[in-house]
Nanobody, 115 residues
């Protein structure tokens, strides 16, 4: 199995920036894709950004950085808006001991954007 632990959420003022971190443990050598999702109040969970390999990818206000040495995936959010208020979840797709593709979720970290 792969375990994911997020950190870095909190209360941020509009226009501010925040970096969320996710640390992976377990059978990390079998991880394929990692990503970040979010679920706002009364909304369905939605994809924010994905990283299919190590490196940094920018998606406008969102930048995802995956480090396969540290086994982490970070999400930087710039120019935060109230609409970014949500629980942010780390996600990983990997192959288990049976060679079956499966996935894991972190427990989530709350981001609240408010003045």
């Amino acid at each position: 199995q792969v375990q994911l632990v997020e950190s870095g959420g909190g209360l941020v003022q509009p226009g501010g920036s925040l970096t969320l971190s996710c640390a992976a443990s377990g059978i990390i050598s079998r991880i394929n894709t990692m990503g970040w999702y979010r679920q706002g109040p009364g909304k369905e969970r939605e994809l924010v950004a994905i990283a299919i390999q190590g490196g940094t990818t920018n998606y406008g206000r969102f930048t995802i950085s995956r480090d396969d040495v540290k086994n982490t995936v970070d999400l930087q959010i710039n120019n935060l808006e109230p609409g970014d208020t949500a629980v942010y979840y780390c996600h990983a797709i990997y192959f288990n001991e049976m060679g079956t593709q499966t996935h894991s979720w972190g427990q989530g970290t709350q981001v609240t954007v408010s003045s």
